[in-house]
Each structure stands twice: as structure tokens, then as C-alpha cells.
């Protein structure tokens, strides 16, 4: 069974940095897509950033510049690092993983972490 675990939320200034990461469990052998979405109050999960198996990424535009999403093939984990906070960024971060390739030969789509919370304020 896949299990996606995130960490690394908390409370941060405004200007400060926070770097999130989610490690995908169970029998994968692989991982075509992985993102962060996240979900502030009153509002829509909106994408946050995504990054495919061999690397091209793509951004919201409120994030572009400030934040760096990467992964490790190997650990099936993906991470987000955030510069320059601002308090709009505050929300529940998710993590997500896409047509995932496990045992069986199987494929399976769409996985979802618990949420971490990100909370940017002074």
C-alpha cells in the first residue's frame, strides 16, 4: 500500500524559509509526476509546484523565484524548498503523487499526503 508522509511545516517570519519534504512508501518502483499543492482558508488546493520523473518543473506564479521543488528518484521523495515567505503563502501544504508503477506491474494514480501546515507570520 502507497503511503505519502510529509514534513517540515511550522512557523516562520515573514522573509524566512521553510523547506517541506514527502517520502513516498510501499512497493514503487516509480514515480512519473510529484507536486505540492497547497489549501489556504476559504480557498481552493491550488498547485503549487510539480516536477516530473526527469526533472522539467512547472510553477504557480506566485512562487516563481522563491520557491525550488526537487526529488530523489532513488527515495521516491520529493521536497519543497520556500524563500522569502510571505504571509499570503500561509496554508495546509499537500503532496502528490502521480502514475506510480509498483509491484505487479501495476500503475496507480493520483496519491495524496495528510498536510503539513504552513503558517508565515510576525
Known amino acids: 500500500q502507497v503511503q505519502l508522509v510529509e514534513s517540515g511545516g511550522g512557523l516562520v517570519q515573514p522573509g524566512g524559509s521553510l523547506r517541506l519534504s514527502c517520502a513516498a512508501s510501499g512497493s514503487i518502483f516509480s514515480i512519473y509526476a510529484m507536486g505540492w499543492y497547497r489549501q489556504a482558508p476559504g480557498k481552493q488546493r491550488e498547485l503549487v509546484a510539480a516536477?516530473?520523473?526527469?526533472?522539467?518543473?512547472n510553477y504557480a506564479d506566485s512562487v516563481k523565484g522563491r520557491f525550488t521543488i526537487s526529488r530523489d528518484n532513488a527515495k521516491n521523495t520529493v521536497y519543497l524548498q520556500m524563500n522569502s515567505l510571505k504571509p499570503e503563502d500561509t496554508a495546509v501544504y499537500y503532496c502528490?503523487?502521480?502514475?506510480?508503477?509498483?509491484?505487479?506491474?501495476?500503475?496507480?494514480?493520483?496519491?495524496w499526503g495528510q498536510g503539513t501546515q504552513v503558517t508565515v507570520s510576525s
Open positions: 502528490n503523487a502521480d502514475r506510480l508503477l509498483i509491484a505487479g506491474d501495476k500503475y496507480e494514480y493520483d496519491y
Open positions: 516536477i516530473a520523473k526527469g526533472g522539467s518543473t
